[in-house]
């Protein structure tokens, strides 16, 4: 048994799969419900719990992009040279792309949160109208980054049979 492609195996679908849960987990249940939370609750959850999210949201994805690209090149038969090229590279290349968005959007909607969290706190908290824009793109790219990281863990299952 090969125990470098083992632990990059474990490390990738392990982070992947959190990074799967928390995107998915925030765009469904936490933030439709946080929304519908009183300003000074909701102020109070996103002071608690924003930076942490991000945090382990960004690196959790680190580490999966980061062993994903080292089980592309440490694979005996696999390589770079095959993404958008054989069915397996297209399956990769796929997750791959979907991955990269998934990142990008997420950093986007972290520090859309923390201007939330920052408009709550200078106490513009009563002027609904003056956030709706920013709870819009919040809950428009949270659901897009959930779709992305389905399609990557979706496309990353299929690579072997593709
Ligand atoms: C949301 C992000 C991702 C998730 C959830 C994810 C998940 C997974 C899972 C569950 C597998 C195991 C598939 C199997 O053995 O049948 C896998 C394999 C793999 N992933 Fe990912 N992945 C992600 C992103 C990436 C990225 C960005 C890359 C490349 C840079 C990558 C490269 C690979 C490779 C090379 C394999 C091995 C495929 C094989 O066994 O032939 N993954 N991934």
């Given at each position: 048994?090969?125990?470098?492609?083992?632990?990059?195996?474990?490390?990738?679908?392990?982070?992947?799969?959190?990074?799967?849960?928390?995107?998915?987990?925030?765009?469904?249940?936490?933030?439709?419900?946080?929304?519908?939370?009183?300003?000074?609750?909701?102020r109070?959850?996103?002071?608690?719990?924003?930076?942490?999210?991000?945090?382990?949201i960004?690196?959790?994805?680190?580490i999966?992009?980061?062993?994903?690209?080292a089980?592309i090149?440490?694979?005996?038969?696999r390589?770079?040279?095959?993404?958008?090229?054989?069915?397996?590279?297209?399956?990769?290349?796929?997750?791959?792309?979907?991955?990269?968005?998934?990142?990008f959007?997420?950093?986007?909607?972290?520090?859309?949160?923390?201007?939330?969290?920052?408009?709550?706190?200078a106490?513009?908290?009563?002027?609904?109208?003056?956030?709706?824009?920013?709870?819009?793109r919040?809950a428009?790219?949270?659901?897009?980054?959930?779709?992305?990281?389905?399609?990557?863990?979706?496309?990353?299952?299929?690579?072997?049979?593709?």
């Amino acid at each position: 048994m090969d125990i470098e492609i083992l632990v990059l195996r474990i490390l990738h679908i392990l982070f992947g799969v959190f990074w799967v849960g928390a995107a998915v987990y925030l765009a469904l249940v936490l933030e439709p419900k946080l929304r519908g939370l009183p300003n000074e609750i909701e102020r109070e959850v996103l002071q608690a719990i924003s930076k942490l999210n991000s945090l382990w949201i960004t690196l959790s994805a680190i580490i999966t992009i980061g062993a994903g690209f080292a089980l592309i090149s440490r694979t005996p038969g696999r390589e770079m040279s095959q993404l958008f090229d054989t069915g397996w590279g297209w399956a990769i290349g796929i997750g791959l792309i979907a991955s990269l968005l998934a990142f990008f959007l997420s950093g986007w909607v972290g520090s859309s949160t923390a201007k939330l969290r920052r408009a709550l706190q200078a106490e513009q908290m009563s002027d609904d109208d003056a956030l709706l824009p920013l709870r819009t793109r919040i809950a428009i790219g949270s659901r897009a980054n959930a779709v992305l990281v389905i399609v990557a863990v979706g496309a990353m299952a299929s690579a072997r049979v593709a």
